[in-house]
């Protein structure tokens, strides 16, 4: 029997590419370690376009986890991509589906897939975990209403709540979860030395996009106020 259900941010081929590199992934590979005989967990993907299939690429797949993926024929309309998110959210595959094992979600689209009837009125415990705030996010403005009304079916439906920053935990109160626990990124202690080795000057880095989301007049204020402190973006 299925341990636990997963619905990453996105889906398998990120995960395998990429090295399970984000909160999602670390989250999804400790639960199939701590899952290991008890049961698999079930990694449903976000739908994607069946023109794709073909080119999808076998990759790594984390310890005792199931990809399930979901492919449709709709394809991506001409405009904001964030809008594949609202016209793929009902083409989940529904194998595997069970009513009792508990589930964690990362993408709140969800909340208004073709699975919400059948797992919001299932016994099964149902934990939010936010990494992003789309409400707010530039990209995703043009579907506003939309993200706003799955946002607020995933919150109601939730058991628990968890939030990566005060901002996302913010988010979670105004939406009514004044329950909701900051739970903070953090390092893999069996991947990473916990003993610092670090000497030096002070250095600070940082790994990712670097865009719109990134308020580079407040790094710029900090970099000219710590002439000291040597900045790394990569």
Known sequence: PIALTAFPMH????????????RDGHFIEWFGELLSG??????RSRPEPMILRAGARPGTV????????????????????QRWWWSSRNAYT?????????????????????????????????AFDMLDDWTAHYAFAPI????????????????????????????AQAFGRSDAILVTNGCDPERFDTNS????????????KIG???????VLDVSGALPDVEFVFA
């Open 38 to 43: 008890k049961g698999p967990v079930a990694v």
């Open 197 to 208: 080795s670090a000497s030096g000057p002070l250095k600070v880095g940082y790994v990712g």
């Open 144 to 171: 506003k209403e939309e993200v706003e009304l799955t946002y607020r079916r995933v919150f109601e439906r939730a058991d628990i709540v968890t939030a990566n920053s005060e901002a996302t935990l913010s988010t």
């Open 94 to 126: 529904d194998q595997m589906l069970t009513s009792d094992a508990p589930i964690v979600v990362w993408n709140p689209f969800l909340g208004v897939s073709n699975l919400w009837d059948e797992i919001s009125g299932s016994s099964a415990k149902l």
């Open 62 to 81: 984390a310890e005792n986890t199931i990809p399930l993926d979901s492919w449709t024929w709709r394809v991506p309309t001409l405009g904001p991509r």
């Open 11 to 22: 889906g398998q081929q990120k995960l395998s590419h990429e090295g399970y590199r984000t």
């Open 212 to 218: 719109r989301r990134v308020d580079l007049e407040l």
